[in-house]
């Protein structure tokens, strides 16, 4: 089955700096890839996705960039805000059945 | 983006009991429907997918006969944990997958705090 690697575990920096957030996925038929947003106690939020017809998707000052050779794809956060603080959780899936697996999670931490 | 509703919220019980949880997909309907178990600070563990009107698909190791999952509906879905425990307190999110425009996306409900005394 897929596996999905998540890194870092844990990413601290000062409001205003960028924030990036790596995912690896083993399965190469996985052709879908989201990006959720969960704070505390809440429900996980899709922030961005990305399908594997595209390298690159851009929103705002989120972006996602995937590399279907090196079946890696990452999260950019610009410019954070104290409000980005959450755990990020990235996930793959070949679609269809639509059963994704998700990372395993990075908490992010936006010091103002 | 569409709505997944979930019921209740938080529960506490005690141990031995049954505690029933409700997933609602509002505004689409939902062949399929996901169960999900968040431990504190830890990823969501996919623990079955709920089909409509057929029996669910478990994970490996959940055990069927305690987390019982009925798909009544195209909008509704329940997962019963029968004789909790307290190592069975933990976070349960459901999720439905939603097609628009040919494509998929999944949805997550907020999420039912269980916490077996």
């Known amino acids: 089955g897929e596996n999905v690697e998540q890194h870092p575990s844990t990413l601290s920096v000062q409001e205003g700096d960028s924030a990036v957030i790596k995912c690896t996925y083993s399965?190469?038929?996985?052709?879908?890839f989201p990006w959720y947003k969960q704070e505390l106690g809440k429900r996980p939020q899709l922030i961005i996705d990305?399908?594997?017809?595209?390298g690159e998707k851009k929103d705002q000052r989120i972006a996602v960039t995937l590399n279907k050779t090196a079946k890696h794809f990452s999260l950019h956060i610009t410019e954070t805000q104290p409000e980005d603080s959450a755990v990020y959780f990235c996930?793959?899936?070949?679609?269809?059945?639509?059963?994704?697996?998700f990372g395993r999670g990075t908490s992010l931490i936006v010091h103002p | 983006g569409a709505v997944v509703s979930q019921h209740p919220s938080w529960v506490i019980c005690k141990s031995g009991t049954s505690v029933k949880i409700e997933c609602r997909s509002l505004?689409?309907?939902?062949?399929?429907m996901f169960w999900y178990r968040q431990f504190p600070k830890q990823s969501l563990m996919l623990m079955a997918t709920?089909?409509?009107?057929?029996?669910?698909?478990?994970e490996q190791g959940v055990e069927k006969d305690k987390f019982l999952i009925n798909h009544a509906s195209l909008t509704l879905s329940t997962l019963t944990v029968t004789s909790a425990h307290p190592e069975d307190s933990s976070f349960y999110i459901c999720?439905?997958?939603?097609?628009?425009?040919?494509?998929?996306?999944?949805?997550f409900g907020p999420g039912t705090r269980l916490l077996v005394l």
């Open positions: 999720s439905a997958t939603s097609t628009s425009g040919g494509r998929e996306t999944q949805y």
């Open positions: 399965d190469s038929a996985s052709n879908y």
């Open positions: 990305i399908r594997s017809n595209v």
């Open positions: 996930a793959a899936s070949r679609g269809g059945s639509y059963i994704p697996t």
């Open positions: 505004d689409f309907q939902a062949t399929t």
């Open positions: 709920s089909n409509e009107g057929s029996k669910a698909t478990y």
